[in-house]
């Protein structure tokens, strides 16, 4: 088992290192660039803006529920459902998504290239594919992933207001004064670097074991499930990580 993590972890860097051995066309960079963009961008925003709302209202719900006492303001629900969305939910339970929906896909294309041999005919071209193929996923991700992020943030205080109100636990005034007090900046920087992480994480792990795919259509499937489950693994333990480091 330790043999064979040390064997990963070797190979997974060097991919890395081979995305920056040989300089290519930037064009042909850009233009893969911006399509990856709007494959994990725009692709997934449908998911995140539906998961973003309801998880906003069910942590609005649920903390109401908790703090029954009359002493605690109403006003306090709101604050903790602010920090719980901005510090765990938006990144955490977005990225974890985000690892079905994104890393599945970029496994399975990388896979079928592999077992299509389209990544041979590309390498006799002379076209370095590591570069060509796995650099743009990566440095889209590390710019649409945080997007998500922050949009995931809006949207689920804005689904916490909305369930506020229309269950009647609290009103748009007490929600909104809530949200305003006590608010550390430091948070968002916090939310943000979890983002980054978490979307390196994803296009890096699902690219390698894509590439790496070995065999036929079932292979790639049982890589498309490995790199899901091990990019989540990862979110969950750099979350400790950073949440211990960080905060």
């Known amino acids: 088992m330790e043999f064979k993590f040390f064997y990963h972890f070797g190979n997974f860097l060097l991919m890395l290192k081979g995305m920056f051995s040989r300089p290519e066309n930037m064009k042909m960079y850009w233009k893969q660039f911006m399509q990856q963009c709007v494959d994990i961008g725009v692709g997934s925003f449908g998911i ?3 998961i973003s709302l309801f ?8 903390t109401a529920y908790q703090l029954v006492s009359p002493i605690i303001p109403k006003s306090t629900i709101a604050q903790v459902v602010r920090d719980t969305i901005i510090l765990e ?25 592999r077992i299509s041999e389209q990544i041979d005919a590309l390498e006799i071209m002379g076209i370095n594919t ?8 990566i440095m889209a991700a590390l710019l649409m992933i945080p997007v998500l992020v922050a949009i995931a ?4 205080i804005y689904g916490g207001k ?24 430091y948070n968002v920087f916090f939310a943000m670097a979890k983002s980054y992480t978490f979307g390196f994480i994803i296009a890096s792990v699902s690219a390698y074991y894509g590439y790496n795919v070995s065999g036929g259509a079932l292979e790639i499937g049982k890589a498309s499930t490995t790199s899901v489950v091990v990019s989540c693994v990862l979110i969950l333990f750099m979350d400790y990580a950073l949440t211990a480091i960080l905060l």
């Open 162 to 185: 909305a369930a506020g109100e229309l269950s009647g636990v609290l009103s748009g005034e007490q929600f909104m004064q809530g949200l305003r007090q006590e608010f550390k900046a």
């Open 153 to 156: 943030g809006f949207l689920g």
């Open 130 to 137: 590591k570069g060509y193929l796995i650099a743009p996923k």
């Open 55 to 62: 998880m906003g209202g069910v942590t609005t719900l649920q």
């Open 89 to 113: 939910f938006a990144p955490t339970l977005t990225c974890i998504v985000l690892a079905g929906v994104v890393g599945s896909k970029i496994a399975s294309e990388l896979g079928n290239m």
């Open 48 to 50: 995140v803006f539906i």
